[in-house]
């Protein structure tokens, strides 16, 4: 049987506490009431741990999207046919998807990875072609995936990681809400109605649907859900299981990651429990509008950057974070201090 590879729970060195309380100080003389720039405050003084430096940059942000399908999408989970899964691969590949857009405005190194879309993916498009398999077997009849399928998924998202002051993870896969659902549900013990939302908008009935699926599968499954990997193996997803490789590479390589929304927070809350010291490299970038993504983040004990309502997935938040964080960073290395522009500084 294959083992997991050890470089899984490698130790993930802690950012530059020396560096966070130099930051700190530089803030404090900032040309500003101390607290008044909020979170932009603390964004910079995290940026210096991560970087070790007093004065941090935001210049090369990476950006992978994984896609993949899911076969739970055979029991009517989506308000979309499976079929979109390797359509929007497309639309990522040729730049109209809004992660897209939004990745091109900050100058990002974006690249899309196909991981297991179930349909024909245009192999002259630029996509990087890794298929796992054509998706994931129904979780609610069988396990997701093979141990192997799934270790192989964790080492293809540590290989898409890189030299980066940021690295960002999308995803892109019709089913994945369920997939993200049913991994809250048995690492937090949560019951699916409270952890199951309608993803793409379904209808009420498909709803009750999904939840009712959820619920069967963590009965199904129950005996092996005890490890945080036997539960991604169990009802995960390859572009779930690729973002928790990408996760656990970036923070061992010292490089901060941006956490999207809630299934990108699905794989953050289980490369946590592989791994804890990914923690403190992990920024929450915006609490996302899909039902439970404020309660799991209550549990990570996360506050997220922002709050606007979005629930569109593949990375779209974190990469509208990354252009705050810049603005942060901008702030904290910019403005003058009391001393430099004359200014009588807080008694």
Known sequence: MNEFPTWLTQAIPAPDAKAMDVARARQSQLTKPPGSLGQLESIAVRFAGFQGREKPVLNKVLVRIFAADHGIVAQGVSAFPQAVTAQMLQNFA???????????NIHADFRAVNVGCANDIDSQLPVVHAPIACGTADFSREPAMTKAQLIKALNMGAEQTGNADVFIGGEMGIGNTTSAAAIFAALFRLPAEVITGRGTGVDDKTLANKTALVAKALARHQSQLSTP?????????????????????????????????????????VAEAVNPGVNPWLVYAHQSEEQGHKLVLEKLQATPLLQLNMRLGEGSGAVLAASIIREALALHNQMATFNEAGVSGAD
């Open 94 to 104: 040729t730049g109209g998807a809004a992660v897209c857009v939004l990745s091109k």
């Open 229 to 269: 990997l036997g539960i991604l193996q169990c009802v995960g997803g390859f572009e779930i299981a690729a973002l928790v490789g990408a996760f656990l590479a970036s923070a061992q390589a010292q490089t901060p990651v941006l956490v999207d929304g809630f299934i990108a927070t699905a794989a953050a809350a």
